[in-house]
């Protein structure tokens, strides 16, 4: 299938480049007036509308096409709803106050545990709808609301059947560690965790530690990381809440992200720098909980890559939206908009370890892209933030 009159082919990259760093993170290749080939799901081939070949065609009208989102970040398999927090929060409390009366991830894991996998896949299923709906084509989905072997890795197996049902692209993520169950010692919680390594790799791709002020500590996080070697690479919840040197014990130990730094300066990006993990920043949950944004021109103007996720969960973000992100990228953390597109494009795509088929407009990857309406740019995606722009995503 040929799509032709493409007014602007954005997200154009080189094969074989997997992130964007540092002054790269604000270019793209961009060709006006395009058409694309797609065969067999994967861009087959590009190039000015001068020159498009003959064959079935699809008329772009003239409509943007770029890499659909890639989001790194999600807990979006949860049961029930936390809005009673959501006014606990209107009224004052903060996100470590709610944790504290035993509200937050415990509360979820209360009512999740009452759920069976179908309930939960039901319940889940429409807000990965809603995601690529969106425009988001792949997504990376945490478990952490089990709390118990038993629940977490029944969290694992919904993961695995979302994976299996949507088009997009699914990548599971183990986050036994995210709180500590009610009732249960954090070392003997941890201890069950680094138990339940091996049987969880089976299902997950990676291991994720909420390593900050209240949850687990750097030693925690050592542990967990040191012994999932050779199952699985972590993506760490870090400097959220804390300076916690989540990013530190990440990056020693080769996690491919490390997420959140709404609490991270220059020992960050030192700590960073060189390294192949990917800074993860979640600005939907600075807007929610009305924390500081991370720094993330100082990471670019570093030389380092950064990437935006969703982070879409019950209690710190309640949203999904990728553009909404983009635009908050641009409005609050002032990324170009190009700058916030590699950082919802092919970095996002980098921190799930699918780079290499996902986040650009590359001969031979996947053709999992969003062809927007007539007009529209990069800039307005970000500028006019809430008018609807896309026409179709394609997986
Ligand atoms: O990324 N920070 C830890 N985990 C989630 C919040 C989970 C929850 O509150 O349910 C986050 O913000
Ligand atoms: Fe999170």
Redesign the pocket.
């Known amino acids: 299938m040929i799509i032709k009159n493409i007014g602007l082919l954005v997200g154009i990259v080189p094969e074989g480049v997997l992130r964007k760093e540092g002054r790269a993170q604000g270019e793209t290749g961009v060709l006006e007036n395009a058409w694309l080939e797609i065969e067999e799901g994967s861009i087959k081939d590009f190039g000015p509308m001068s020159c498009c070949p003959e064959g079935e065609c699809v008329d772009a009208l003239g409509g943007m096409l770029m890499p659909g989102f890639c989001d790194s970040h999600t ?1 979006v398999v949860w049961a029930g709803s936390r809005e009673g927090e959501f006014l606990d929060k209107i009224n004052g409390l903060s996100y470590e106050e709610i944790a504290r009366r035993g509200g ?2 415990l509360n ?1 894991a209360d009512l999740l545990h009452q759920r069976d996998e179908e309930q939960l896949l039901q319940e889940a299923l429409p807000r990965v709808q809603e995601m690529m709906d969106g425009g988001t084509v792949a997504m990376e989905i945490k478990s952490g609301y089990g709390l118990s072997r038993e629940d977490e890795l029944k969290m694992l197996r919904v993961i695995r059947r979302i994976k299996d049902t949507v088009p997009a692209a699914v990548i599971p993520t183990f986050l036994g560690a ?1 709180a500590v169950p009610r009732g249960r010692s954090r070392f003997e919680w941890v201890d069950e965790i680094i138990d339940m390594l091996p049987e969880a790799a089976a299902l997950a791709d990676y291991v994720d530690v ?1 390593c900050d002020d209240g949850f687990f500590t750097v030693e925690d996080t050592a542990r967990i990381l040191g012994a999932a070697k050779g199952l699985m690479r972590g993506k760490i ?1 870090a400097n ?1 809440l804390a300076c916690s040197g989540g990013v530190q014990v990440g990056v020693e130990y080769g996690a491919l992200s490390v997420d ?1 730094l709404e609490r991270a300066g220059e020992a960050e990006i030192e700590a960073l720098r060189g390294s192949s993990t990917m800074p993860v920043m979640l600005p939907g ?1 600075s807007f929610f909980l009305g924390i500081p944004y991370a720094r993330a021109k100082e990471f670019i103007k570093s030389g380092l890559g950064i990437a935006l996720a969703s ?1 879409y ?5 309640p949203g999904g939206d990728m553009r909404f992100v983009m635009a908050l990228g641009c409005i609050r953390m002032k990324l170009t908009p190009v700058e916030a597109f590699n950082a919802v494009t092919i970095n996002g795509a980098y921190a799930m370890g699918i780079s290499e088929k996902y986040g650009s407009v590359t001969r031979g990857k996947k053709a999992a892209l969003i062809l927007t309406k007539p007009g529209w740019n990069l800039t307005r995606i970000a500028y006019q933030y809430r008018t609807p722009f896309i026409d179709k995503v394609l997986f």
């Not at 969960?313 to 973000?317: D, E, L, Q, R």
């Open positions: 807990h937050g991830i979820s995210h909420f919840h959220e959140h949950s982070d969960n019950p209690g710190s973000s």
